[in-house]
């Protein structure tokens, strides 16, 4: 699988920090391709989009799609990802959790309202994206035989009172 985001993208759309080590954010957005956006995409449209955007051949409605409606929701979803687990380390010395001489630590609390707060914000644009892949009649959407993860597309509510 192909990491769809590059790190610039989370540091500019969100309050992630430009010098965040990459073994720490990409599991965050990794973490958010699967457990969240193919369940909405379902592995049929996923793997698509996968391919085509490893061989860098994205077009029409796909790249629409993609630019449009995949990278915001994916941007919110990884910054919740990494804002739930970000701060922690595990070594051969446990779990840890660093912090430099200049800086306080952000509590529980704080950091949980962070979390709410792009999840929020990554459901608003999940809401975004359903709706788009219901008005644009993609093949990969609409087909979920032998598949694991078929495509979150039962017209249900949506978060909000968006009904298909």
């Not at 219901?134 to 087909?143: C, D, I, T, W």
Request: a negative charge.
């Amino acid at each position: 699988m192909n990491i769809w985001l590059k790190e610039n993208e989370l540091a500019k759309k969100t309050l992630l920090g430009g010098n965040i080590d990459i073994d720490l954010w990409i599991p965050a957005v990794e973490d958010a391709q699967r457990s969240k956006l193919e369940e909405v995409l379902g592995e049929t449209l996923f793997n698509k989009i996968d391919t085509d955007f490893g061989n860098d051949d994205l077009d029409g409605l796909y790249l629409t799609l993609f630019n449009d409606y995949i990278k915001p929701f994916l941007i919110r979803q990884s910054a919740v990802e990494y804002l739930s687990t970000g701060a922690y380390k595990v070594d051969g010395n446990g779990i840890f959790k660093s912090q430099s001489e200049n800086t306080v630590a952000a509590d529980k609390t704080e950091v949980d309202y962070l979390v709410k707060n792009y999840r929020l914000k990554a459901e608003m644009y999940q809401e975004r994206l359903e709706r788009w892949l219901s008005l644009n009649q993609l093949p990969e959407y609409n087909s979920s035989e032998n598949t694991i993860v078929p495509p979150n597309n039962n017209g249900s509510v949506l978060g909000g009172l968006y009904f298909s």
